[in-house]
DNA sequence: GCAAAAGTGTTACCTGTACACCCATGC
DNA sequence: GCATGGGTGTACAGGTAACACTTTTGC
């Protein structure tokens, strides 16, 4: 190949046209339950239906596009965590053109309602379990983050994310219990948690007046400085995942 | 915003060229060390350097690239084991355009040396210590690249995909220790990959004429169906990376 | 015989799990 | 007192790590 030819091939284009977007899996934690944060279409391709909230990569990196994404359709931004899930970019998820997509994943502890904004008609929170089905393949991308955030749950301290500053051994032990679907076991949850170094680290304080119906003040705890957890929380293994 | 406005925005020749590539990071252990598929650059920018293989995407669907790309540019193909890794797009990774690069991850049993064809001038397998430093960002997507690779080998029966149909459990562990680049304890690992559910399968048969020095000869597996290990084999913990 | 590599036995230790239990508090 | 939930003790099961040891082959 020579450099015109070269060149050439290098022009997009030369080629189909073909865009690039970011479409961000948000989730939290609300009413006890996992959701995630959803537009509804205002225009065809599937009007009316849900889809993940997202929108095209313009000058900014993909980091950046994601997080512009997320605070201009929702009006949600601080104190979220956000990184990079997959990209998806088969040809026809799009019925218009060829878009391939990069999908990030953002946990965020519960906060206001979400503000619709930019393209979105409304943004909504919804039960992950009934949040389908969505426009594009974007039930697909759901999937692959709510996967992805069960397992980062186990060996990274990414459930300190969805509380907030100050929490309770039992506020993070519900964060475990809404993403994994099961209950945990409170007194062993608590020693593990604290015998994982880094994972969170004592206040010292104790909650003031305590919202519960009974029983003793709770020890406050932020999190610590562990990128990762050794040992990790495992998820109770399930036969079918074996094999 | 209306539905011209919409159209508009959706067309991304209305915004800067944007081109979307595949780069692969193909892994293999030649010698007893983890090496990396590289091609040398015949063009600017770059001209020269070592390169991952890859190259535009058309009209195939992102893995149905890799695959292309790999096969074109290297002549590989059969038994490669292929997943996506992530996405690099930072403005300014490619001095004349954007472009957003998928990375794959790719795995296969030592092979023929590489064919070099298509944009490639050469190919060729380089230790992956020894391998940068690479074009544009190639050196962060190989980093990504090993790390995925060393994190897979503790939960998934990946190592399997580094060897032939039939080999031993000794030949597994050479896998391993390639990969981690550390020694592991024989005994113990042949116990610990035996007592895997689903991790290997035994043929019954056993090395024929040995090439070592001495020993008897070795019992022969194959994979078996388990797509998770369970137990993990965990890498040995390192005190810098707990924290 | 000797060296090399496959494979096994044994033991000490460590972690996760289950379950019982105590304790502090609100009503 | 009694219910509720935070927090701890303890015993058992299972996995890990270290190390010695036996077995089988090539030279």
Redesign the pocket.
């Known amino acids: 190949m020579n450099e015109r030819e070269f060149l050439e091939n290098y022009d997009p284009r030369a080629f189909e046209p073909l865009a690039v977007t970011v479409d961000v899996v948000t989730l939290t934690i609300r009413e006890g339950r996992l959701k995630v944060l959803l537009v509804e279409r205002g225009e065809p391709p599937f009007a009316g239906r849900r889809a993940l909230p997202g929108g095209f990569v313009r000058d900014d990196d993909l980091d950046n596009a994601a997080r512009r994404e997320l605070a201009e359709e929702t009006g949600l931004l601080p104190r979220v965590h956000l990184e990079q899930l997959a990209s998806f970019g088969d040809p026809g998820r799009d019925p218009r053109m060829r878009v391939v997509s990069v999908a990030y994943l953002a946990f965020g502890p519960s906060l206001a309602d979400p503000v619709a904004g930019g393209d979105a008609a409304t943004a909504l929170w919804a039960d992950v379990d009934a949040a389908g089905p969505l426009a594009f393949d974007h039930d697909r991308i759901l999937a692959a983050g709510l996967e992805r955030a069960r397992s980062k749950l186990e060996y990274t301290p990414l459930a300190t994310a969805f509380v907030g500053d100050e929490f ?3 506020e993070l032990r519900s964060v475990y219990a809404a993403v994994w679907g099961e209950d945990l ?4 949850f ?3 948690v ?2 994982v170094p880094g994972f969170v680290e004592s206040t010292g304080a ?1 909650t003031e ?2 919202s ?8 406050l705890y932020r999190a610590g400085d562990a990128r990762i957890l050794h ?4 998820r ?1 293994a399930r036969e079918e995942e074996v094999r």
Do not use: D, E, M
């Open positions: 309770t051994i039992s076991h409170a007194g062993n608590h020693r593990k604290l015998s104790t007046r305590s519960q119906r009974g029983g003793p003040r709770a020890r040992p990790a929380l495992l109770p």
